[in-house]
């Protein structure tokens, strides 16, 4: 395709309007009451990255509380509310909505050459449901604060607990809604907004994962808002639900909760498992392998995930039979896990690899994710979790897993941050807060697991001297990785104000969003492209003048052109 030489057009790119969604219109309220995805995605990813940095916060001052047995920094009632509001945030304001509404929004459209998403409006809302959940659950601070950890076990929370946490529970039903509007609004757009001719196997991967990730949002979040709303009635008007004293039945709470927050474990790793299958498959220029079966076991995820809940409850008092079931079906969610992780090595396998930035979140995250998923299965064995329930064995445990999805959700930053921002960061900066977050993860989190085995108990301030040494060795990673977020913030505000200008394909991705301009235009791109082969990188050459990557026809039989 020929293209005219405009002044100022980059090399090997058409000429192209200099209008984009970031500069089409300015203002606050041009942001504020924007219906643009892209705009919605780059609010969400502003206020989650903000969330974190709070979150991440809370996590430092517990960490800096164990560095001694007995008071270092803090008392033990705050404490309390320090791991509370550090599990809560990252959970419900950080985690949950991460990939989907921040990278989600952005990418989902573009991805299927849609111009929006389905129901734009409802997608504001779900952001402002987001943000007044948010305040609410940080208003608790005015409050008296929350400390009965995020799982607001009952009758703790109905009956002693600080009234503070009456906002947090409020906010997060709330919250809830910002997850089901996000999922339905997905779901619609997928079945009904896909450019034409292309199928269910033409999707990317990630939009695979965000489908199953939808349908889990929608079928249990409701489980857990109505859940919160009896725990609220029972803690305000005194009926009783949970409250044996009321007549009602502590173990319904757990049950009620684990229903819900045992599939928004997938909640959270579903759509980072979804980026993993584009990182992997553009950083090793090579086709994903076994497409099909990377699908499927997403949803198979997603449906299993419904059906585990119990194995939290070993020790609640439920019958050795229940348990059993509830272990054995546990184990099978290993399968679909495994084979997603086992085509992502089949993909690399003779790939040519990059290690970009990218791409080193995506191979932290299969070591990350794997040392999570094998020590899943030591508690999910009833025998040794009766052992290792309540442990740091169980905090390195979840961190292992949720945290992978965070180093998915930098990875994914990185990758699409050329085309959020127009603009590149600086790749060697971006290498080294990857390698400090890794270290510092591993070295924070190890240890727990040998402090957990040998019986130090979660959640607590004070601890014999014996684990005084894994504590320090564990809080001395979290200041590195401390430092790892703190550079990383750094380089990006940087790239923000000074980035060199990026290329419309800067790592040689394959799907649409590497076909329109960084940034994209408002209506997402100049020309419709045409679907084919998402993860075919044939056409795909680097050009040195554009700086990135551009699609060339090659006809049958040339020889391709050197790298
Ligand atoms: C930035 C690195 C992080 C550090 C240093 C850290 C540290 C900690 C510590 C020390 C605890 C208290 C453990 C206890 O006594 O029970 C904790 C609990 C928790 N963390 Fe993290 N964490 C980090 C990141 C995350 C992330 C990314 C997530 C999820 C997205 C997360 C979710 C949780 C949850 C759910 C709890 C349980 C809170 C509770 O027991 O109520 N953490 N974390
Ligand atoms: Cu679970």
Same mark, same amino acid.
């Given at each position: 395709?020929?293209?005219?030489?405009?002044?100022?057009?980059?090399?090997?790119q058409?000429a192209?309007?200099?209008?984009?969604?970031?500069?089409?219109?300015?203002?606050?309220?041009s942001?504020?009451?924007?219906?643009?995805?892209?705009?919605?995605?780059?609010?969400?990813?502003?206020?989650?990255?903000?969330?974190?940095?709070?979150?991440g916060?809370?996590?430092?001052?517990?960490?800096t509380?164990?560095l001694t047995?007995?008071?270092?920094?803090?008392?033990h009632?705050?404490?309390?509310r320090?791991?509370?509001?550090?599990?809560?945030?990252?959970?419900f304001?950080?985690?949950?909505p991460?990939?989907?509404?921040?990278?989600?929004?952005?990418?989902?459209p573009i991805?299927?050459?849609?111009k929006d998403?389905?129901?734009?409006?409802?997608?504001?809302?779900?952001?402002y449901?987001?943000?007044?959940g948010?305040?609410f659950?940080?208003s608790?601070?005015?409050f008296?604060?929350?400390?009965?950890?995020w799982?607001?076990?009952?009758?703790?929370?109905?009956?002693?607990a600080?009234?503070?946490?009456?906002?947090?529970?409020?906010?997060?039903?709330?919250?809830?809604?910002?997850?089901?509007?996000?999922?339905?609004?997905f779901?619609v757009?997928i079945?009904?907004?896909?450019a034409?001719?292309?199928?269910?196997?033409g999707?990317?991967?990630?939009?695979w +994962? *965000?489908?199953?990730?939808? =349908?889990?949002?929608?079928?249990?979040?409701?489980?857990l &808002? @109505?859940?919160? $709303?009896?725990l #609220?009635?029972e803690?305000?008007?005194?009926?009783?639900?949970?409250?044996?004293?009321l007549?009602?039945?502590?173990v319904?709470f757990q049950?009620?909760?684990?229903?819900?927050?045992h599939?928004a474990v997938y909640?959270?790793?579903?759509?980072?498992?979804?980026?993993?299958s584009?990182?992997?498959?553009?950083?090793?220029?090579?086709?994903?392998?076994?497409?099909?079966?990377?699908?499927?076991?997403?949803?198979?995820?997603?449906?299993?995930?419904?059906?585990?809940?119990g194995?939290?409850?070993?020790?609640s008092?439920?019958?050795n039979?229940?348990?059993?079931?509830?272990?054995?079906?546990?184990?099978?969610?290993?399968?679909?896990?495994?084979i997603?992780?086992f085509?992502w090595?089949?993909?690399?396998?003779?790939?040519s690899? +990059? *290690?970009?930035?990218?791409? =080193?979140y995506?191979l932290?995250?299969m070591w990350?994710? &794997? @040392?999570g998923? $094998?020590?899943? #299965?030591?508690?999910?064995?009833?025998?040794?979790?009766?052992?290792?329930h309540d442990?740091?064995?169980?905090?390195?445990?979840?961190?292992?897993?949720m945290?992978?999805?965070?180093?998915v959700l930098?990875?994914?930053?990185?990758?699409?941050?050329?085309?959020?921002?127009?603009?590149?960061?600086?790749?060697?900066?971006?290498r080294?807060?990857c390698?400090?977050?890794?270290?510092?993860?591993?070295?924070?989190?190890?240890?727990?697991?040998m402090?957990?085995?040998h019986?130090?108990?979660?959640?607590?301030y004070?601890?014999?001297?014996?684990?005084?040494?894994y504590?320090?060795i564990s809080s001395a990673?979290?200041?590195?990785?401390?430092?790892?977020?703190?550079?990383?913030?750094?380089?990006?505000?940087h790239?923000?104000?000074?980035?060199?200008?990026?290329?419309?394909?800067?790592?040689g991705?394959?799907t649409f969003?590497?076909?329109?301009?960084s940034?994209p235009p408002v209506?997402?791109?100049?020309?419709?492209?045409?679907?084919?082969?998402?993860?075919?990188?044939?056409?795909?050459?680097?050009?040195?003048?554009?700086?990135?990557?551009?699609?060339r026809?090659?006809?049958?039989?040339?020889?391709r052109p050197a790298?």
């Open positions: 395709m020929a293209s005219i030489s405009v002044p100022g057009a980059i090399a090997g058409p192209r309007s200099k209008a984009n969604y970031l500069n089409a219109s300015s203002g606050f309220l942001w504020a009451f924007t219906l643009d995805h892209k705009r919605i995605g780059v609010m969400y990813l502003v206020g989650i990255f903000t969330a974190f940095l709070l979150g916060l809370f996590a430092l001052l517990v960490r509380e164990l047995p007995g008071p270092t920094i803090t008392t009632d705050w404490y309390n320090f791991f509370t509001l550090h599990g809560a945030i990252m959970v304001i950080v985690i949950i991460g990939i989907p509404a921040a990278l989600g929004n952005f990418a989902l991805m299927i050459g849609a998403v389905a129901f734009p409006r409802l997608n504001l809302a779900s952001f449901m987001w943000v007044i948010t305040l659950a940080i608790t601070l005015a008296g604060a929350v400390d009965t950890g799982t607001f076990y009952t009758p703790y929370s109905t009956k002693y600080f009234n503070g946490m009456i906002p947090v529970v409020a906010g997060a039903f709330i919250l809830g809604f910002s997850s089901i509007f996000t999922g339905l609004n779901i757009t079945h009904k907004l896909r034409p001719g292309m199928g269910w196997f999707l990317p991967l990630f939009l +994962s *965000l489908y199953a990730t939808a =349908l889990v949002q929608i079928l249990a979040t409701p489980v &808002g @109505i859940t919160l $709303l009896l #609220l009635v803690r305000t008007l005194g009926v009783g639900f949970f409250n044996p004293e007549g009602g039945d502590p319904l049950h009620f909760f684990w229903f819900y927050s599939p909640i959270m790793i579903l759509p980072a498992m979804g980026v993993m584009e990182l992997i498959s553009v950083f090793s220029h090579k086709h994903i392998f076994g497409y099909k079966f990377i699908a499927f076991s997403s949803v198979a995820i997603a449906l299993l995930g419904f059906l585990v809940w194995h939290h409850m070993f020790v008092g439920q019958s039979l229940v348990g059993m079931i509830f272990s054995a079906i546990t184990f099978t969610i290993a399968v679909p896990s495994a997603k992780v085509n090595l089949a993909t690399m396998y003779k790939g690899i +990059s *290690l970009n930035s990218p791409m =080193l995506a932290s995250f990350i994710f &794997g @040392i998923g $094998l020590t899943g #299965l030591f508690l999910g064995t009833m025998a040794t979790d009766v052992h290792l442990t740091y064995f169980v905090v390195a445990h979840f961190h292992y897993v945290a992978g999805t965070i180093f930098f990875g994914g930053i990185h990758y699409w941050w050329p085309k959020m921002t127009g603009k590149m960061f600086n790749e060697p900066l971006a080294l807060s390698l400090l977050l890794f270290v510092g993860f591993n070295v924070t989190f190890f240890t727990q697991f402090m957990g085995s019986g130090m108990p979660r959640r607590y004070n601890y014999p001297a014996q684990f005084q040494m504590h320090q990673g979290s200041y590195i990785m401390g430092l790892g977020v703190i550079l990383m913030v750094g380089y990006l505000l790239s923000l104000a000074r980035g060199r200008k990026a290329p419309d394909n800067p790592w991705g394959a969003e590497w076909r329109t301009s940034p209506e997402n791109f100049h020309e419709q492209p045409v679907v084919d082969d998402l993860y075919d990188y044939e056409k795909l050459f680097w050009d040195e003048q554009a700086g990135g990557y551009v699609r026809e090659v006809p049958d039989g040339a020889a790298h």
